[in-house]
């Protein structure tokens, strides 16, 4: 066999070396969250020991486990926590040498001591700008219609907000009160990355995205206090192509009644920025909504699914599965003046999030009540990252609609392309968000059949492989070591050294007959990118 990059119909014979090595790995390195309870324990994926909480986020979810008869998941293992941990803070794979002296180190505080840095990395700033800019809609062409320029500028803001720490109350302040240019004050671009200027959608909008709530769904009394705080935003061109200025009209000279989402009534009087009332009254401690709903997303964004599920979709009917949880992270940002990065460090260091994937119990609310790490798959910018990382190749993007900045450098990552209207067609395949909506659900990270076609038999993941320095690289590095040589191709695709069953096979494979080296390292490249392990977050 010349190569394992053949017609599918003849890739997938089931004498085809190169299948055969993917379907024995696949036995040999199973998903742990497949694994239920009674199995075997897998240490390649998890530790031992007594359950200790590492703080009081750990606190209160063993106790409504134990309540509900819940057994947590063990800790996961030094492996799985380095890969976790670097794709949930940064979206991007460790470095090997990361890995290695992360598992060479023997201090009980190493954890803390890897996220910490994390944090502080332009990384970090990368891969969050790019969440924010999913919920903020950051996106030129229809049906946004920003335009590329606003979209830098907004894309930029955003950025250094998060680089900088801006306190989140500051930060949601700021976009909701800013007049003037789109192009020359950033944050007025929230106004105009709402699909349509009428107050309805503008509170629907700031509802969404700074209460979790869907306003549709509130009777149209209630619904209609609250957008009369945005009845005075008004937007008008310019001279320049594409400016728009986004303004408090001064017309009105009656006081305005509005009705705050708590019921309280208040009359605002003329030349008084209605939206300044609001985000007052938003931002206070007391509120009931703003910080319940940023703690909420965080916690969604890094273990896959909100304390209230889904995290943009808060109401009374909708509870909380840990509702002193939720109270305490509240009042923990609160505490920290709106630190984001404080409840970063609280979910990252406890020993929830630090669970193995592999259950414990079989109870049916297990995943929801969070007694392991839910497996999910990697975003698709993430994943064509890791792709392109592990190749030492580039993506190329394009817009439907040639405008400025259309033109993406060819260093730049897949995170950090600021338009949702620049795109690629393995991030239109693999679930990346349109920026409609401001919705959550909008990604969609389920894997389909025509994904795992792509990754089996594509060109593109072909080419990338075939042409990739990086494992060129090491197998000069190996100097004819095969089992050096394999020992760093685990390390470099799946963050881990091969188990001694997955050594054993891969050795054999690289015996085959008609199988030199450079081909073994592409086939075994092949098989592990189209492993479930490298394919998801465990």
């Known amino acids: 066999m010349k190569s394992v990059f053949v017609p599918m119909t003849q890739m997938l014979r089931k004498n085809s070396p190169a299948v055969v090595l993917l379907q024995i790995l696949a036995i040999c390195m199973p998903l742990c969250a497949q694994h239920r309870p009674g199995h075997a324990r897998f240490g390649q994926f998890e530790s031992y020991g007594q359950y200790a909480a590492t703080n009081d986020i ?63 990395r332009d990384e970090f700033a990368d891969y969050w700008s790019l969440k924010w800019c999913d919920l903020l809609r950051v996106k030129a062409e229809f049906p946004i219609n920003l335009w590329p320029n606003a979209v830098q500028a907004y894309h930029r803001w955003i950025h250094d907000a998060i680089r900088e720490n801006m306190p989140y109350d500051q930060f949601a302040r700021e976009l909701l009160t800013s007049s003037g240019s789109n192009f ?202 890791a792709l392109c990382w592990i190749s030492g190749t580039r993506e190329s993007y394009s817009s439907a609609i040639p405008e400025p900045f259309t033109f993406i450098p060819e260093e730049n990552r897949s995170i950090e392309l600021a338009d949702g209207s620049i795109t690629s067609q393995f991030l239109e395949m693999f679930g990346r968000p349109a920026r409609d909506t401001g919705l959550e659900s909008e990604r969609n990270n389920q894997i389909t059949d025509a994904q795992r076609l792509n990754l089996l038999n594509s060109t593109h993941i072909q080419n990338k492989i075939e042409r990739s320095r990086r494992l060129n690289g090491l197998i000069r590095t190996a100097k004819g070591n095969r089992r050096m040589l394999i020992n760093m191709i685990y390390l470099n695709i799946l963050s881990r050294y091969p188990t001694r069953a997955e050594l054993a096979a891969t050795e054999k494979y690289f015996q085959t007959k008609g199988i030199n080296t450079r081909q073994g390292t592409n086939d075994l490249a092949w098989a592990l990118i189209n492993t479930k392990e490298f394919l998801y977050r465990h």
């Open 58 to 120: 750990d606190t209160l979810v063993i106790a409504t486990l134990r309540k509900r008869g819940i057994e947590p998941a063990n800790l996961c293992s030094d492996e799985v926590f380095i890969r976790r941990v670097y794709l949930d803070v940064n979206g991007s794979l460790p470095e090997p040498q990361d890995v290695r002296r992360f598992l060479q180190d023997r201090r009980s505080d190493k954890r803390a001591a890897l996220i910490a840095p994390l944090l502080e």
């Open 184 to 385: 020359r004050v950033p944050q007025v671009n929230f106004y105009r990355a709402i699909q349509g200027q009428e107050r309805s959608a503008i509170a629907g909008a700031v509802a969404l995205t700074f209460m979790g709530i869907r306003l549709e769904k509130w009777p149209q009394a209630h619904r209609s206090g609250m957008e009369a705080f945005f009845s005075r935003v008004a937007y008008k061109k310019t001279a320049e192509w594409k400016e728009e200025i986004v303004y408090l009209d001064p017309a009105p000279v009656e006081p305005l009644k509005a009705v705050f989402p708590d019921g309280v009534t208040v009359q605002i009087q003329p030349g008084k920025d209605p939206r300044e009332v609001f985000a007052k009254w938003l931002i206070a401690p007391e509120n009931p909504w703003f910080a319940r709903n940023i703690v909420n997303r965080i916690w969604a964004w890094l273990l896959g699914r909100g304390i209230i599920h889904e995290p943009d979709d808060i109401r009374p009917d909708n509870p909380a599965v840990h509702p002193q949880l939720l109270a305490y992270l509240e009042k923990e940002l609160v505490k920290a003046d709106y630190d984001l990065r404080h409840i970063y460090r609280l979910i990252l260091n406890s020993r929830t999030y630090q669970q193995s994937s592999i259950p414990r119990s079989d109870h049916p609310d297990a995943e929801a009540l969070f007694a392991y790490y839910p497996v999910r798959r990697l975003e698709a910018e993430v994943l064509v990252d």
